[in-house]
């Protein structure tokens, strides 16, 4: 799916946006998209183009000479670099990346370095082994961001709420989110609903 939106498809969401409001066009762009930016910044974007196709016409649309993602750097020859390279000058320059890992407050935890061991890569970065392991071990995730939004509708509506109808009230709002990985979110931040279980009848 392409990252940026074709001249056809932005004027679609602009004509939404102008016809049928802002919520409208959100949702439209967001079936399109299928990422999650913040409403904010997506109704500022889209605010920003329909002022700029007013003003500037089909023009604004046209990619601009320098625009668009750089060439990708071409690091083939660097196989070579390193043949050519004497011991001394491979040692000089480990010391001197070695230092530099050290010298970084947010230092890295050389996930990408595969050959190295975990007890090597501690010693490179001047670290206790636990300290890297405890670092190691913190994730981020996706949707944390839903977090007080989730909790808000949740507890506004006496948490009897399930995931999919906050799912349903999130789209209302241009945030699109899969029912089930909305579940799991749930259970993750203890919003457990408290729906009334069924009497069961008597047998008699």
Same mark, same amino acid.
């Given at each position: 799916?392409?990252?940026?939106?074709?001249?056809?498809?932005?004027?679609?969401?602009?004509?939404?946006?102008?016809?049928?409001?802002?919520?409208? &066009?959100?949702?439209?762009?967001?079936?399109?998209?299928?990422?999650?930016?913040?409403?904010?910044?997506?109704?500022?974007?889209?605010?920003?183009?329909?002022?700029?196709?007013?003003?500037?016409?089909?023009?604004?649309?046209?990619?601009?000479?320098?625009?668009?993602?750089?060439?990708?750097?071409?690091?083939?020859?660097?196989?070579?670099?390193?043949?050519?390279?004497?011991?001394?000058?491979?040692?000089?320059?480990?010391?001197?990346?070695?230092?530099?890992?050290?010298?970084?407050?947010?230092?890295?935890?050389?996930?990408?370095?595969?050959?190295?061991?975990?007890?090597?890569? &501690?010693?490179?970065?001047?670290?206790?082994?636990?300290?890297?392991?405890?670092?190691?071990?913190?994730?981020?995730?996706?949707?944390?961001?839903?977090?007080?939004?989730?909790?808000?509708?949740?507890?506004?509506?006496?948490?009897?709420?399930?995931?999919?109808?906050?799912?349903?009230?999130? &789209?209302?709002?241009?945030?699109?989110?899969?029912?089930?990985?909305?579940?799991?979110?749930?259970?993750?931040?203890?919003?457990?609903?408290?729906?009334?279980?069924?009497?069961?009848?008597?047998?008699?």
């Amino acid at each position: 799916m392409p990252k940026q939106l074709t001249k056809e498809q932005w004027i679609n969401v602009i004509e939404i946006y102008k016809e049928q409001g802002m919520n409208d &066009a959100v949702k439209w762009y967001l079936k399109i998209r299928k990422h999650n930016p913040t409403l904010r910044e997506l109704r500022r974007w889209i605010r920003k183009k329909a002022k700029l196709l007013d003003n500037l016409g089909m023009e604004t649309f046209k990619s601009k000479k320098g625009s668009g993602r750089p060439n990708k750097r071409d690091d083939s020859d660097i196989p070579q670099i390193i043949n050519d390279l004497t011991e001394e000058q491979k040692n000089e320059i480990l010391e001197h990346w070695i230092k530099e890992q050290r010298n970084k407050k947010e230092k890295e935890n050389l996930n990408t370095f595969d050959t190295l061991s975990k007890p090597l890569k &501690a010693k490179i970065l001047g670290m206790h082994r636990t300290t890297m392991y405890k670092k190691a071990v913190v994730r981020k995730y996706k949707f944390d961001y839903l977090r007080k939004k989730v909790t808000d509708i949740f507890k506004k509506n006496n948490k009897i709420l399930g995931s999919k109808r906050i799912t349903v009230e999130l &789209a209302e709002e241009g945030i699109i989110i899969d029912e089930r990985t909305l579940r799991n979110y749930m259970v993750r931040w203890n919003l457990v609903c408290l729906t009334r279980q069924k009497k069961k009848k008597n047998g008699k």
